[in-house]
């Protein structure tokens, strides 16, 4: 059992891991998330967090690692078919949703989105 502190309703919480509420990660695949975390974060530094799949189970298997590649890693989404762009298109825009609905109540309880390091 992994135990961790959080901060929530700004109370630090010590959590027992497995009281923490999860996304699976079919869910996080599908809605969007990998794509995103993806395409924002990971693959413009040359990494990509990757699913695996077995047996029908999926589950986070590990990072890739394409740092000393000078384009990185990247979808090439402008030379798909349709149905991959309007996947891409459907998905970015959730995610979009989501940061902006996410955003605002963060700035009206907190005073900013992405949590500053310093001050």
């Known amino acids: 059992m992994v135990i961790g502190y959080i901060h929530i ?4 919480l010590k959590m027992d891991s497995d009281k923490i509420k999860r996304i699976g990660i079919k869910e996080f695949r599908e809605k969007g998330y990998l794509q ?3 395409r924002r974060f990971f693959h ?8 695996v799949s077995e047996h029908g189970y999926e589950k986070l298997g590990g990072i890739w690692d394409f740092r000393n ?6 979808y090439d989404i402008k030379n798909s078919d349709s149905e ?3 996947r891409f298109n459907k998905n970015k825009d959730f995610i979009d949703s ?3 609905k996410n955003f605002k109540i963060r700035e009206e309880k907190l005073g900013f ?3 500053p390091i310093r001050g």
């Open 36 to 38: 995103e975390v993806n």
């Open 113 to 115: 989105n992405i949590e």
């Open 84 to 86: 991959r762009i309007d």
């Open 44 to 51: 413009p530094l040359g990494l990509a967090l990757e699913i």
């Open 69 to 74: 590649d000078e384009e990185g890693i990247y």
């Open 98 to 100: 989501e940061i902006t």
């Open 9 to 12: 309703q700004k109370k630090l």
